[in-house]
């Protein structure tokens, strides 16, 4: 039997317009939409459908509105496909949160007002530093791990290989950069970001997450969810809140992970949500896995049908 993940996307997948025509098509899709907006008291479905740009890419818009376009996705797919299972999900970075709400960890609600939340906390050191990201293309981990020792940055995202994600303040990101490119980097670029995130610099949103997530019911997951912290299985509730807090300033563990599920027989692999990037992400990790995504109607049909066939 091939065993399926869900994969969620992350900040940065969000698009102006994204479940747009979800919400027009299924009238369950459209439901979803509503209880968020009054589950948060604002319109976040109009930012998603309409933007402004400007304003869907806020952090405290955008991380919820990833969120709640990949449930929205999810919630579709097991509708479309009323006999389909997974055995783990894993998403990145502000992914994770949606993850583990699939895999039962914490209510829609409570998932996507601590998104919320954490995004005003992320916002907030991020205008209380000054810091930055940038991508590294084409160079491998250890060269780019002497990138960052010498520059005074940290390795952010380790997302497939040849594509890194360098975190810290704005005048060392210049830097490392620079000394990237001499050693070797097909690219080194600038990413438009509004700070340094999975670095130290976002420490200071940490305890107020902390405190968010003690209000909330947090209960052990039906499925394995796997860690950007430790690239393992999250363990009990109590530890899955320590991971989430530590993941803020830690380095996101993306391809260790999906070679984890890879390692433990997984074949089938579904990104959900706005985009495509875990899924390309994949193609650099393992050729040979079947990948599927939802992010639209007619990705939804194509899905629905290859799972179906």
């Not at 869900?6 to 509503?34: H, I, N, Y």
Request: glycine fraction near 10%.
């Amino acid at each position: 039997m091939s065993k399926t993940a869900l994969l969620f996307a992350g900040q940065g997948a969000q698009t102006v317009g994204m479940g747009k025509d979800l919400a027009e098509k299924f009238p369950s899709a459209k439901a979803w939409f509503d209880r968020a907006n009054a589950a948060l008291g604002y319109d976040l479905a109009a930012i998603c459908f309409n933007g402004p740009v400007a304003e869907l890419t806020k952090t405290e818009n955008a991380q919820p509105g990833i969120f709640l376009v990949s449930w929205v996705a999810f919630q579709l797919l097991k509708e479309q496909a009323p006999s389909f299972k997974f055995d783990a999900t894993a998403g990145l970075s502000l992914g994770e949160f949606t993850a583990l709400t699939a895999a039962g960890v914490m209510s829609f609600e409570d998932g996507l007002r601590v998104v919320r939340q954490r995004g005003k906390f992320m916002q907030e050191a991020c205008e209380a530093t000054r810091g930055g990201m940038a991508a590294v293309i084409g160079l491998d981990e250890a060269p780019t791990r002497e990138v960052c020792a010498e520059a005074g940055v940290v390795l952010a995202n380790l997302n497939c290989p040849g594509q890194l994600v360098i975190s810290g303040g704005t005048d060392k990101i210049t830097k490392a950069v620079e000394l990237a490119k001499a050693k070797g980097a097909k690219r080194a670029i600038p990413l438009p970001v509004a700070g340094a995130y999975h670095s130290p610099l976002m420490s200071g949103a940490q305890p107020k997450l902390q405190a968010e997530l003690a209000r909330m019911k947090i209960s052990t997951p039906v499925v394995s969810v796997i860690s950007n912290v430790t690239a393992r299985p999250h363990g009990a509730p109590n530890e899955i809140c320590t991971r989430l807090v530590e993941q803020v300033t830690s380095s996101v563990l993306w391809e260790q992970s999906m070679r984890y599920l890879l390692a433990q027989g997984f074949t089938r692999f579904i990104e959900l949500g706005p985009g495509t990037a875990l899924g390309g992400f994949m193609k650099r990790i393992d050729k040979s896995v079947h990948l599927f995504n939802v992010s639209d109607a007619e990705s939804l049909v194509a899905t629905t049908n290859a799972l179906a066939g």
